[in-house]
């Protein structure tokens, strides 16, 4: 699976374009991967619209109340109209700038999955926490809350490991290193929502991916796909990323 989140970047004129290349290049894509982007919430029609059918869509952050007075927020229904199939929970950017708390992630899976969208929960250890030992006790317990009101079923969901240290730095864990904390993570969500949800379920890796370092990750056992930043922007670099993957 190859998701882009473009974050606070594109306007929908941009979205636009970036959606007529990727027609162009349709025939680059393996039926074999998974793909959606995450633009802002002004440009997601346009990218449903203009987007080949093969690349789905995703919200890059949702309320959980079904709506009220939450100014500056949006709900699922409103998501729902606007064809999105996927919604990014728990970024560690919400979590450190607007004050995301592992409950409320958790209460948002909820609201999205009985929405009807599949939740990319996003759990990662910043550099204090890793250096000093703590990566797994983090992101497992950020992995074990969000799913305490999850379905146990993992279609319905998808999880990215994002160290935060390494988004946007260009720093990376080594593939193994990535591969280890992964596997904690499927076995979190083994103990969570049982052993079929977890080999179900589709972890991700993100931070720092590009063209020239994604098809090591994606190689590593039990890492499902990417969860990309900064690369997703350019069309060229994310159909660059969707054939690494296809000769991983
Ligand atoms: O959601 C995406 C991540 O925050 C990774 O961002 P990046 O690829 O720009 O490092």
Redesign the pocket.
Known sequence: MLVG?WKMFKTIHETRHFAEVLGRNVGKLSADIDFAVCPPYTALQVAKVVLPAQILTGAQNMHQAEDGAYTGEISASMLKELGVTYVVLG???RRQMFAETDGGVRDKVEAAQTAGFVPIV?VGENDSEREAGQTMAVVGRQTRIALEKAAKDGDKLVVAY?PVW???TGKTPSPADAQAVIQGIRKVVAEVLGEDAASQVRILY????KPGNIAQFVSQPDIDGA?????SLDPESFVAMAQSMTTA
């Open positions: 989140n970024h560690s950017e996003c994002e390494a988004i946007g993100g931070g720092s991916v969860l990309v930043g900064g690369a």
